[in-house]
């Protein structure tokens, strides 16, 4: 597929999106309209641009790190275009599933095997930074510890997983008392549930309510740190106003700062017209479904999962142990790429995507039976993610604009990144070096990673 040469960047985020599950059981949430004063600061040393989970958490590992004995708490604006965590954050299934394998031979074949392994082994220290974060923090957002299925339907996935498996233990990858290999069919239907599973692996895994999760961030930051989030205030641009000052203009006013975030995943293009090909919008879809008996009670499904037509094609799924409900995303490939790529419209849904989620539980699941009223799919919703040629983020400082960074682009895998790429934009903030970040090379915003050819998303 053609590399989008369109230079008008990805647009603004929908005035009036679907409401996901998780925004839907959070209408009594106090951060909704918030605007922690009534006008737009003048000024600030930091202004964040995004309030999802890459805005939050790095003013909160920002202000966690500061060191009142070196200087003063900084300053730090953020602006939103929506409500906090209305975007891509708040419509995802809530699942922070690592990659501990599978990519490997695409990373490796992409950076080499030192950078696919960092890669895998920075999701493995997020799940564990998320849980630290949560746990320390005492935030109430349902976290869930445990274990994922990759669950192969036919053979050449099996085999696709299996070859991918043992590249990686080959080049020394963790896979003894880590990874599980089921390679019996009946054993991998019976432990799975899964009516047409040919193989299956297992992992560690979580989930959590995103959107408590952010709002919790945020109000943290704001009556410990006195952040201030100004919510429905998009920004229209940054510019350079000399002397290494950033001018953020939005309708309600200008902002200057020392320093500018930009943590808006797919609409980054908007604001820098040299990510329009490098980040492209694509719209994907998740589902709420109430499950039948036998998956209700003590017949909850005990892992999270990824079910795989394809090596490329996935439906993934959590069942959450606080209320039964399951939450079922994928379905892409049924409609069309032109019906989703390049777009930013989050108000709608496609109608083939809905049919196929309807439907995943009752094809998959052993004994799922039929649907009694008020069972089965019980709302849908879009949101958008950002993708990368390379389908790794950027995260950095960017060349040739001291002072200006990115978190972004994080190819709808960001529960899996977001919190490690924040921790190390915080440290970048701080003064720190790349090398203090513990991030792979390779997420770096580089200007040869800006010029190469390709698109971010697949042809079909």
């Given amino acids: 597929m053609q590399p989008i040469t369109d ?3 990805a647009g603004f985020p929908h005035p009036r999106p679907t409401l996901s599950f998780w925004l839907q059981g959070t209408r009594n949430n106090p951060l ?11 000024d600030a040393d930091v202004v964040i641009i995004g309030a999802g989970m890459s805005g939050a958490a790095t003013a909160y590992h920002l202000f966690k790190g500061h060191d009142p004995a070196r200087r003063a708490l900084p300053k730090v604006v953020v602006l939103e275009a929506r409500e906090a965590c209305y975007g891509a954050t708040g419509r995802n299934g809530g699942h922070c599933r690592p990659d501990f394998y599978k990519g490997y031979p695409k990373y490796k074949k992409t950076f080499g095997k030192d950078q696919a392994m960092k890669i895998l082994q920075n999701e ?5 930074l998320l849980t630290q974060v949560i746990e320390e923090e005492k935030i109430d957002c349902d976290l869930w510890r445990g274990h ?6 036919n053979q050449q996935c099996a085999d696709g997983l299996h ?3 043992q590249e990686f233990a080959a080049d020394g990858g963790e896979v003894d008392g880590v990874i599980e290999w089921i390679s019996d069919p009946q054993e991998a239907k019976r432990r799975t549930r899964c009516v047409y599973a040919h193989a299956a692996t297992m992992h560690s895994a979580g989930s959590f309510w995103p959107y408590k999760f952010v709002a919790s961030l945020f109000r943290l930051c704001i009556d410990k740190f006195s952040l201030n989030l100004q919510t429905n205030t ?12 950033w001018a953020i203009e939005t309708e309600r006013g200008s902002i200057k700062a020392t320093k500018v975030v930009i943590a808006t995943n797919a609409y980054t293009s908007t604001l820098l017209p040299e990510f329009t090909d490098r980040i492209v919008p694509v719209r994907d879809q998740c589902s709420a479904v109430v499950p039948t008996k036998p998956y209700s009670g003590e017949r909850l499904l005990t892992h999270t999962y990824s079910i795989r037509w394809r090596m490329l094609d996935s439906d993934y799924l959590i069942q959450r142990p606080s209320d039964g409900v399951v939450i ?4 892409e490939w049924n409609a069309p790429l032109k019906d989703r790529l390049g777009h930013t419209d989050d108000s709608v849904t496609h109608p083939v995507i809905t049919r196929h989620l309807q439907n995943v539980c009752g094809k998959n699941f052993e004994g799922w039976g039929d649907e009694a009223l008020g069972e089965g799919l019980i709302t849908d919703w879009t949101g958008i993610a950002g993708e990368t040629p390379d389908s790794v983020p950027y995260v950095g400082e960017l060349e040739g604009k001291s002072g200006c960074f990115i978190c972004a682009g994080h190819n709808g895998h960001g529960m899996s990144r977001i919190m490690t790429c924040a921790r190390g934009i915080a440290k970048l903030l701080s003064g720190g070096t790349w090398e203090d970040t513990g991030l792979p090379d390779c997420f770096q915003p580089t200007s040869e990673r800006l010029v190469e050819n390709g698109s971010g998303v697949r042809a079909d």
Avoid at 35 to 42: A, C, K, M, Q, Y
Avoid at 124 to 128: D, H, I, N, S, Y
Avoid at 148 to 153: E, G, T
Avoid at 328 to 331: I, L, M, N
């Fill in 7 to 9: 230079r008008s960047g």
């Fill in 163 to 165: 070859a991918a498996l």
């Fill in 234 to 245: 998009p920004a229209l641009s940054i510019s350079p106003a000399g002397d290494g000052i």
């Fill in 32 to 42: 909704i309209g918030h605007r922690t004063t009534e006008t737009i600061p003048s």
């Fill in 148 to 153: 994922s299925f990759d669950v192969a339907l």
């Fill in 328 to 331: 079922v995303g994928g379905g």
């Fill in 124 to 128: 493995k220290e997020t799940l564990a």
